[in-house]
Structures are given as structure tokens and as C-alpha cells.
């Protein structure tokens, strides 16, 4: 079965940093591109960051352009969300998500993705 888990999450004060980690099982990792997502309660779901199947490419959210910065690891199946100066408005439960790379790259849509992770939680504080 396909299993996303999500790890590094927390409380951080305004402007530090976290490093999120996303490990992947029952998926063929290098065919799937990578993505992070996250959610308030109440609200949709907001592209975060993206990688492509070979690392090379990445995709960002207007939001997190220069604070974040995602990567991965293909050869222990792992995607990484580094998050810099981090404000109280991106308290949310973070995602990670895996869609094939036929049609979810380059994609911010959340229905483009295949699969996901129960999410971890980031708590901003001020």
C-alpha cells in the first residue's frame, strides 16, 4: 500500500525555520512527482512547492517564493520542504503529496495528485 509520512513539524517562533521530510513507500518514488500542500481548517487547500521526478525542476507558490525551498532524495524515497523566515500566517497542517508525472507536473492543483500524506503540523508563533 502506498504510504506518505510526514515529519519535522512543530512550534517555531516568528521568522525561524523548519525542515519538513516526506518519506515515500509502495510507489515507484522516481516516476512521481512531489508536492506540498497546506490547509487551515475551513479553508482549500494551498499549493505550496513542487519538485519533478528527477529533482531538476521546482515549482513555487507565490506565497513562499524565497522562504521555502523543496528538494528530494530519490535514493531513500524522501522530499524535503525547507521553510525560512516562517510568519504566524503559515500555521497550517502541511501535506505531502505524490501524482504521476504525466499529469501532475508542474501542476498547483491538488486534484492532480495521486496520493497523501496525513499531514504534520506547523504552528507559527507570535
Known amino acids: 500500500q502506498v504510504q506518505l509520512l510526514e515529519s519535522g513539524g512543530g512550534l517555531v517562533q516568528v521568522g525561524g525555520s523548519l525542515n519538513l521530510t516526506c518519506v515515500a513507500s509502495?510507489?515507484?518514488?522516481?516516476?512521481?512527482?512531489m508536492g506540498w500542500f497546506r490547509q487551515v481548517p475551513g479553508k482549500e487547500r494551498e499549493f505550496l512547492a513542487s519538485?519533478?521526478?528527477?529533482?531538476?525542476?521546482?515549482y513555487y507558490g507565490l506565497p513562499v517564493r524565497g522562504r521555502f525551498a523543496v528538494s528530494r532524495d530519490n535514493a531513500i524515497h524522501t522530499v524535503y520542504l525547507q521553510m525560512n523566515i516562517l510568519k504566524p500566517e503559515d500555521s497550517a497542517t502541511y501535506h505531502c503529496a505524490a501524482g504521476f508525472r504525466t499529469k501532475a507536473v508542474g501542476s498547483r492543483l491538488d486534484y492532480d495528485y495521486d496520493y497523501w500524506g496525513q499531514g504534520t503540523q506547523v504552528t507559527v508563533s507570535s
Open positions: 519538485v519533478s521526478p528527477g529533482g531538476t525542476s521546482t
Open positions: 509502495g510507489l515507484p518514488f522516481n516516476s512521481f512527482v
